[in-house]
């Protein structure tokens, strides 16, 4: 499957930076709770190589899951990565021995984990950076400059090409702007949680894009009666109609669906193609009301 079949076609975020909408997150390739080795680390090259294979050309990821071990998958699995493959990372936290995420968003943090990102991938320069605010439980306010003009400094000295933030509020992605462009927000954004509405056609005006992270929910896979009946109506699963709906919400929304089966990815792909009817699509909006 070439790159420029696959559902919602390509997002140019930079001259150098034309991505696949529908991307590949690689979070679940670590082990249990994003720490630790996989069960099944051949099984975790084969995703990764069958999301290349499939035409993916963004694969999302931080030096943080595992830690390294995701990382270091993707550089077994794609190294010498192809010219057209871009691999997005994120620093901004740590892990301590119980599995947490404490923040770590000090300047000399933050450069440690640029330099761990770049070694793990086997990366001279890193594509794009997005910068991870907040905590677990979601944004916090507050301002970012010290940790973004870190990251602007990386930049002018060749380490990273683009920057971008997750895990921000509106006013932290503002704030980003006026220091240095970006090319990129994460944040918690699906189906049934859209508090980002207005952010996301605040960027896609500017041509930014804007990259959910928990797609399908989270960890917990979305439940709602309004999906499981547009789905069987559709004759598709819950899951394929809330990746789709996702590419008809807004034109810079790029999907990162992550999975630890090369079965599950082809589902994945496949369903972000499903064609939602504009009735169906007004159906779904309904759900986070």
């Not at 997150?25 to 090259?45: H, K, N, S, T």
């Not at 207005?198 to 399908?216: H, K, N, S």
């Not at 109506?233 to 999975?259: D, E, H, K, Q, Y």
Request: one cysteine or more.
């Amino acid at each position: 499957m070439a790159a420029n079949t696959l559902a919602g076609g390509t997002f140019t975020m930079a001259e150098d930076l034309a991505v696949t909408r529908v991307g590949y997150g690689a979070m679940q390739l670590a082990g249990p709770g994003v720490f630790g080795p996989p069960a099944d680390r051949d099984r975790a090259i084969a995703v990764l190589r069958e999301a290349v294979s499939l035409g993916i050309t963004h694969i999302d990821t931080a030096d943080v899951y595992g830690p390294r071990v995701t990382n270091e998958i993707i550089r077994e699995a794609l190294h010498p990565y192809p010219d057209s493959l871009h691999v997005v990372t994120k620093v901004g936290a740590e892990r301590d021995e119980q599995g947490g995420w404490p923040p770590a968003r000090q300047p000399d943090q933050l450069r440690r984990q640029v330099d761990e990102n770049l070694e793990s991938l086997g990366l001279e320069v890193l594509d794009l950076v997005n910068l991870r605010l907040g905590n677990a439980e979601g944004p916090q306010a507050g301002s970012i400059a010290e940790a973004f003009e870190t990251l602007v400094d990386l930049q002018q000295q060749g380490l990273i090409r683009h920057l971008g933030v997750s895990n921000a509020t509106a006013e932290q992605v503002t704030e980003a702007q006026g220091i240095a462009p970006i090319v990129c927000v994460q944040n918690f954004y699906n189906i049934a949680n859209r508090a980002d509405d207005g952010l996301i056609d605040t960027l896609a005006a500017q041509g930014i894009a804007y990259v959910p992270f928990f797609p399908l929910g989270g960890f917990s896979p979305l439940q709602s009666e309004t999906l499981d009946a547009v789905a069987a109506r559709l004759g598709a699963t819950p899951m394929a109609v809330a990746l789709a709906w996702l590419l008809g919400r807004s034109p810079n929304i790029l999907l990162i669906p992550g999975t630890s089966s090369v079965a599950h990815l082809r589902e994945n792909v496949a369903g972000a193609g499903t064609t939602l009817p504009e009735d169906a699509m007004a159906e779904l909006d309904g759900i986070a009301a």
